[in-house]
């Protein structure tokens, strides 16, 4: 195909629009909870505890300590790594360690999934290790328990690689076009034989199979203390072919962030007097979250808060004395 | 992965008087979650209640 029907071409996916990239913090830029946490063994400190929109799920007993870093490929300046700190050799069946982002089923309708018009999808990041060898990455489908899987390499120890994995498109099962969780994407760092018995996804949609969905040649990245795995640059879009990351602005990022976590720093909020038995602060949030949130507090004086449905601010009160807050954290995270 | 550890659940009403958020303590973490299916700790306070292992109190 000649330059110019390749540019037309890419026109005509959509892919040479701006605002492409499915993914949210894909260059690991924001991280309001902190930047480093322990995170194992067994389930402790799983969730999301420091990038944005990036959490880990895990089970068995590798720990690590999750950070935000400073080392990065050429034109980024933040990466997630993951540093081993207790390793295990021998696997349980079904142990595992995922990494991963959620997507909204609203956000995803341009895919098509589930109709005659379902498009490819392309993945591409950015990730280095001194642990080669194969990896996994998982698309599960949460609304129809449907689930694919490709592998990719790490070719060179501690070099900082492009990768791209194109999903074909799944005619089967669409996503609800809602604010809830339609999709997860797992990076897989361990896996336990079960999650490798049967024949792998590779690319295919399919439904639920625990065998299926780990490459067999998955490596044990929680095999040693010695290893370590960075990602950044990380990217989802429509079509067949990985594009340049698509760079935005920290402030641009971080209002998609707080649409899911927002907190405030230093805030010192305080109430007004409602009426003769009351007393009432209302902070706001940044941006309109994506539900209505779970709100935790560190200090103040009040004795109750309550959340609104607007999704824009909460309420906090007490009766016939003054109230405050000294800062605030509203969480809703798919 | 680990299921929510969740120890407590309260009914707290706004100023309307109307049930609007659950005082919870969620991995020994206390938070005012509000009731929205679409709210991961209510969905899960939801689904200990309706396994029968979780009761939510009804507001003071």
Known sequence: M???????????????QGDRNLIINGAMQVAQRGTSATVGPNGTGEGYTVVDRFSN???????????????TPSGFAN???????????????????HLRHGFEGQNLQLIGKGTSDAKSITLSFYVKSNKTGVY??????????????LAYTINNSNTWERKSLTFKPDTTGAFTNDNNLSLRMNFVLVAGAD?????????????????????????????????????TGVQLEIGDVATPFEHRSFGDELARCQRYYSRSTGQNVHGKQYNSSTWLGDPQYPVTMRATPSVTTTGGQYSSITTDTS????FFSRGSESCYINDWAADAEL | MNEMTITSAQYITNLDGVNSTIKT????????????????????????????????????
């Open chain 2, 25 to 60: 303590t969620v991995d020994d973490v206390q938070m005012w979650v509000g009731i929205d299916p679409a709210n991961r700790h209510y969905a899960e306070i939801m689904r200990q209640v309706a396994a029968g292992t979780l009761t939510i109190e009804d507001a003071d």
């Open chain 1, 195 to 231: 999650l490798k018995s049967g024949t792998f996804y590779n690319g295919t949609w399919g439904s639920d199979v625990l065998g299926n969905r780990v490459d067999s040649n998955q490596v044990n990245l929680g095999d040693s203390t010695s290893n370590e795995w960075y990602i």
């Open chain 1, 136 to 149: 996994t990455i998982e698309l599960q489908d949460v609304d129809n328990d449907r689930r694919n899987s």
């Open chain 1, 57 to 71: 799920s895990l089970s068995g007993s590798v720990v690590s300590t999750f950070s935000q870093s400073t080392d």
């Open chain 1, 2 to 16: 000649s330059k110019a029907a390749e540019l037309a071409a890419l026109i005509g996916s959509g892919q040479a």
């Open chain 1, 311 to 314: 999704k824009d601010k909460f």
């Open chain 1, 79 to 97: 990466s997630a790594k993951i540093d081993i700190t207790t390793a295990d050799t021998s696997l349980g069946g079904t142990e595992f360690w």
